[in-house]
């Protein structure tokens, strides 16, 4: 059965995810936005709303709803949709480093449905290598080693993000949560962990690199972060194991090397594919997305920030 989609924010990831929601098959009933013109673009055929309390005056309209604003208004506007018992999918990160998450505790503890966007695990690249590793392909995993480095121009992106009030960080928490996030899916609970960061670009008060080193068991984990104000080499994600290793490109391009032979796919479109893939992912329900399997990934995050603010 179609799904009735309420979209909150017009903006680039607001699109995004309303080309998702369409790709699927379902409409884009409702849109909120401060901008009722912005709105009004995203999709030609859903209603305007200036707030998310005007849109649910008519909630009966609407199946499900997408959060697609800026980091610091998610942990409201999540709690707000989740109290009226909307499944809602979530831009990472749910909340910002500071923000206590115990009224959103209490509207999931009520039953509310809350997946977290955390759309690099839906590149068929990481679905590729987390079977590997569970299934023991690529047997003991002894090394861990992921860099996601991005050329920033100035006005690539919003002055939100570098405003940390707003964004609540840098690299680390805007890129961070899904390089940890992955992490943790993959290996399990993280150790021993310790980060360096600064800024690189000049004007910044936020941190355009972090490295995170870490263990997992028996694995040693670096995480490397990197916004720079020219184009970057060698990132993407390499995992050594003791029977065999595995690549992932920052274009989705991915390897896995045994003993037995090879396996590989091709780069995908990034801003498009995952985003769908997500989208059926919360739709059927799917597990490992909800708010107690991020937050310790946010909580990670806070502290690594706390010690680099105590150093």
Known sequence: ???RVLVVGAGVMGHRHARAVRAAGDCVTAVVD??????????????AFSSIADALEGHDEIDAAI???????????????????????????????GQDPAALRAAVAGGADVFIGMSTRHWPAYVALTRSVASGELGEVVSYTDRMAFALPESALPAWYFDRTISGGGV????????LDRARALLG?????????????PGHQIEDHALVRFRAGATS????????????????LIVTGTLGSASVGMDGAWQIVTA????SGDAIDIDTAPFVAQWRAFRSGETGYGIDDLEPTLTLIESLYQEDTDG
Do not use: C
């Open 172 to 179: 680390l928490v805007t890129n961070g949560v899904h390089s």
């Open 67 to 97: 959060i697609a604003t800026p980091s610091f208004q998610h942990l409201d506007q999540l709690t707000t949709l989740a109290s009226a018992g909307i499944p809602t999918l979530v831009e990472k990160p749910h909340r910002i480093p």
């Open 260 to 263: 037995a032979g090879e396996r």
């Open 1 to 3: 059965m179609s799904q």
């Open 34 to 47: 401060a901008d009722l013109a912005r709105a009004r673009a995203l999709d030609e055929n859903a209603l």
């Open 221 to 236: 984990g670096s995480i490397e972060l990197l916004w720079a104000p020219y184009q970057p080499l060698g990132a993407g």
């Open 189 to 201: 609970p993280l150790a021993e962990v310790e980060a360096t960061m600064r800024p690189i670009i």
